[in-house]
């Protein structure tokens, strides 16, 4: 990340904005269940909020820095802070009740990163749990943003074809303005033989 994006995402405003409307879009309707991952914690704008939405949170994040800060705060709650990929998820499989990631997929390297993460959390999450995700459109908004910094933005046409790839299935993409929430689902049982992942819109 370069200096513009620590300092918005670190800052009080994005906080707020998190909180008030950004999650309370990504999360509607869905039922996080007992045990939250959230993968790319960054600052932790979103991550306060996640714990008083689920009994257990854990908090996965890349930066080292970052994990310091997010462990300290959180001393004394039921959420764990872990440094980690996300296209290689330090957790057993079936761990998770849902997954969510804030802003997270365009910061993996490539496209074949984000397929990577995108079945690493298929992988972690319970049958029936939830993969819950908010991602900004390409934009040369978003790319002079992200001067000095990785963008590999998600393309919302392909990215039911990826996640059902990965195993997902009820895949849904909605927009709001020049961003997009993704939800998709793991299958509650396994495939029968012949049988594949269905994407919807």
């Known amino acids: 990340m370069n200096r513009l994006e620590n300092w918005f995402c670190a800052s009080a405003l994005w906080r707020s904005f998190t909180r008030r409307r950004l999650l309370p879009w990504v999360l509607e309707g869905a039922g996080l269940g007992e045990h939250v991952l959230e993968v790319g914690a960054g600052f932790g704008a979103a991550t306060e909020e996640l714990q008083r939405r689920t009994p257990r949170l854990t908090s996965l994040e890349y930066a080292a820095d970052s994990v310091t800060r997010l462990a300290a705060r959180r001393q004394g709650t039921s959420s764990g802070v872990v440094r980690g990929d996300a296209a290689a998820l330090p957790f057993p499989d079936a761990t998770f009740s849902s997954v969510v990631a804030i802003l997270v997929l365009h910061h993996l390297r490539s496209l074949a990163a984000q397929d990577r993460a995108f079945a690493e959390i298929h992988r972690v999450l319970r049958p029936g749990g939830v993969f819950l995700a908010f991602e900004i459109s390409d934009s040369w908004i978003g790319r002079l943003a992200h001067i000095r ?35 998709a689902l793991r299958a509650a049982q396994a495939m029968f033989p012949g049988e594949h992942s269905a994407a919807t819109a």
């Open 149 to 183: 910094s990785t963008f590999v933005p998600v393309d919302p046409a392909g990215v039911r074809v990826r996640l059902a790839a990965a195993g997902f299935s009820r895949v849904t993409v909605d927009f709001q303005r020049s961003a997009f929430r993704l939800r």
